[in-house]
């Protein structure tokens, strides 16, 4: 009888042992798909009126963030100026409209930014003064302040893009504290986020970035062939490095065009970028997936819906 109860609890304690492995196998298994792919897909909406609404943008199920493009003049003691394309027109109220797709998308946990800048040389920042304007400005007209003339009516967005294409680079770095401030005073969180170029470092955010304040990076790997697809995956890959070693505050995004046609350079086809270039890049602690321009693109090619499972 003894004899026998040791030999069951022999070969119970080896099938525990068995199964405490293959669970320790399938932990490990899962944790390296969930390190490999943890991202998510941000995409710019605004800037073309054939890409269908915002919420039938967030009700796609393929993005985490939408950046609304772009308020194209601000500082310098200009009225700020917000362009939608076709979507509405602020100075007749239509954009008011808006707020409960804005609210719709949140209610999905999707964060919704205003897009500073763009193609557009009608912005700049002229003092501290100036910057603390604009933060005021935007604080009260898109966050959490109050105004009677909010151009997206009562929604609240989550924060602030930064892209800044053209001019100088001063006063952007206390922009992005002043609004930090702002929401920190008032017992709520002003997400930063920033577009730069692949070119290390920006010319227009490199003193904003090295605040440390940005919560998302998505840096423009596009229009630029000395460190966009263009040179290879060894190149951009190097620069992404130089990009995620810099900002380890920041999580940051590789920043793509949706489409041949959205950009003159730094396309990726959809399987290089899942068996290619992903694998290169998505090992990095502060990886957070792809941003894509634009909505526009990316509905007409269908390319965020393609990558998705592998971001």
Known sequence: MNEAFANRHRQFTMASRNLSSLLLVALLVFAFSAGSHAGSI???????????????????GIYSYVMLAFLTTFGNGQT?????AGHCDPPSGTCTGLSSDIRACQSQGIKV???LGGDSSSYSLSSSDDAASVATYLWDNYLGGSSSSRPLGDAVLDGIDFDIEHGGPDHYDELAKQLSDLGSQAGTKVYLSAAPQCPFPDQSLGNALQTGLFDY????FYNNPSCDYSSGVSGLSS????WTSSLSSSIVFLGLPASPDAA??????PDDLTSQVLPAINTASNY???????RYYDRNSGYGEKVKSSV
Do not use: H, R
């Open 42 to 60: 941000a995409v710019y909406w605004g800037q073309n009126g054939n890409e269908g609404g915002l919420a039938d943008t967030c009700n796609s």
């Open 80 to 84: 700020p100026v917000l362009n939608l």
């Open 113 to 115: 930014l205003l897009s």
């Open 217 to 220: 990076v998505w840096v423009q």
């Open 239 to 242: 620069a992404w490095g130089t």
């Open 264 to 269: 003159n350079s730094g396309y990726i086809p």
């Open 288 to 294: 957070g997936g792809i941003m894509l321009w634009s």
